[in-house]
C-alpha cells in the first residue's frame, strides 16, 4: 500500500466525518489524487462513502469517508482490577460489538483465557490492543498489584491477529484523550488517572511518552504521599495511597473495601460530614501531587481521569487550592489547567483501540 493510502486511512481513522474535499486539503494534493485512492481503497474493502449531514449550502451533495461495512475491525480489551471487556472497533474508531464479564483476579490464566474466548467470536478481527492495570513492559508482560499478578505474559491475547499492543491502563487513557477526548488540542498533555491506584502519562506532539522499559506512567508511585505507608508495589510513600479508594477507608478508620473503586464513588456521593472531611483530604492529595508532575513536566493541559473526575467535582476548592499551593511561583501566572477527561471510564479501551489501528494501518505499508 502506498504511504498516500496510509496517510489518508489514518486520516479517516482519525477524523470521522471526513470528506474527500477536506482529505485532499490535509494530505496537500488534489481532489482528483483523493478520488483515486478513495478508489483504491474500496476496492480492498478498507473504505466506503457515505453521504454527510445536511449543510444546507447549495450544490453537489457531499459525501463522507467511512469504514468498509465488511473491513477489517480490531479487538480492544480492558482488564481492570474485576472486570474485563472486549470491543469490536472499526476504523474511526466506532464500536460494533462488545462482550464483557466479572473475574475475581487471581488466576490469570482463567481471566486471559476468558478474554481470548471472547476474541474470537468477534468477527474479521486483525489487531488486538489490550489495556490492563499494572506497568506493561515493551515484551507484553505485566506486573500488576490489583491483581496479584507477576510477570504475566499477554501475548497469547494477540494469536492469529496481524498486529498486537498492551499496555498500562492509564497510560492508553492518556493517549485517548489526547487523540479523542479533552487534550485534543494539546501540544503537552498530562493524563493522571485514579482508579484501584493511579497513573497516567504524558503525550508529547500526539506521542506517548512510554518510558525506557515502556512502563512510564506510574504516577502514583512517586514518593509524594506518607513514607510511613508500605505499598504492595514494593516501594514507601506512594502518592496514590492517598488518594484511591483505600486512602478514603484509611482515612475514616475503616478497612480496606473488597472493592476500592465502587467503595470511593459511594463515600465521594455521601456527603456526611467525615465522608466530606476525607474526601477533602484526598483531593488535596490528588492536587499537590498534580502541582508535582506539572513543576517536572512542564505540560500545558491536564486532563484528570477515573475517580480523579468524582474527586475534582466533589471537592474542586480543595484540588485547586493544593495545585496552587505546590507549583512553582513562576508557574502560577499561566498554570496549566486541571479538566476532567471526556472519556470516563472509557479512556483505556479507547486508548487500546486506537493504539491497535494505529499498528495496524502502518503495517499496510509492509
Do not use: K
Not at 475503616?254 to 465522608?275: F, K, Q
Not at 513543576?295 to 480523579?308: I, S
Amino acid at each position: 500500500m502506498t504511504t498516500r493510502s496510509v496517510q489518508l486511512l489514518s486520516l479517516v481513522h482519525a477524523r470521522p466525518g471526513l470528506t474527500r474535499a477536506e482529505a485532499a486539503r490535509l494530505l496537500g494534493v488534489g481532489t482528483g489524487a483523493v478520488t483515486e485512492l478513495v478508489g483504491r481503497l474500496t476496492a480492498a474493502g478498507l473504505l466506503s462513502e457515505g453521504p454527510a449531514a445536511p449543510s444546507g449550502a447549495r450544490g453537489r451533495p457531499t459525501t463522507t469517508l467511512l469504514p468498509h461495512p465488511a473491513g477489517p475491525l480490531v479487538a480492544a480489551a480492558s482488564i481492570t482490577h474485576e472486570t474485563w471487556q472486549v470491543d469490536a472497533v472499526e476504523l474511526g474508531g466506532g464500536v460494533v460489538g462488545s462482550l464483557g464479564g466479572a473475574h475475581r483476579g487471581g488466576d490469570p490464566a482463567a481471566v486471559l483465557g476468558a478474554v481470548a474466548t471472547a476474541i474470537r467470536q468477534l468477527p474479521r478481527i486483525r489487531g488486538v490492543g489490550v489495556a490492563v492495570t499494572g506497568p506493561v513492559s515493551r515484551d507484553h508482560r505485566v506486573d500488576s498489584p490489583a491483581l496479584g499478578w507477576h510477570d504475566v505474559d499477554l501475548t497469547p491475547l494477540g494469536t492469529g491477529a496481524d498486529v498486537f499492543v498492551a499496555g498500562n491502563d492509564a497510560m492508553l487513557a492518556a493517549a485517548a484523550e489526547s487523540g479523542r477526548g479533552a487534550a485534543a488540542e494539546a501540544s503537552i498533555a498530562l493524563h493522571v488517572r485514579v482508579a484501584a491506584g493511579l497513573g497516567g502519562g504524558i503525550v508529547a506532539g500526539g506521542r506517548i511518552v512510554t518510558g525506557a522499559l515502556g512502563a512510564a506512567g506510574e504516577f502514583g508511585h512517586m514518593p509524594f504521599g506518607d513514607p510511613s505507608l508500605r505499598c504492595p508495589c514494593g516501594a514507601s510513600g506512594c502518592w496514590g495511597n492517598g488518594v484511591d479508594g483505600n486512602a478514603l477507608a484509611r482515612l475514616l478508620g475503616r478497612p480496606a473495601p473488597p472493592d476500592p473503586i465502587a467503595y470511593a464513588r459511594r463515600v465521594i456521593a455521601s456527603g456526611a460530614p467525615a465522608e466530606r472531611h476525607a474526601v477533602r483530604t484526598a483531593a488535596a492529595a490528588l492536587g499537590r501531587g498534580i502541582a508535582g508532575l506539572v513543576n517536572g513536566l512542564d505540560p500545558d493541559l491536564v486532563t484528570v481521569g477515573g475517580l480523579g473526575v468524582e474527586l475534582l467535582g466533589a471537592a474542586p476548592d480543595a484540588v485547586e487550592a493544593a495545585y496552587r499551593d505546590g507549583l512553582m511561583t513562576f508557574r502560577r501566572r499561566s498554570a496549566p489547567p486541571v479538566v476532567a477527561a471526556a472519556l470516563g471510564d472509557d479512556g483505556p479501551i479507547v486508548g487500546a483501540a486506537g493504539e491497535a489501528w494505529a499498528a495496524l494501518i502502518d503495517a499496510q505499508t509492509g
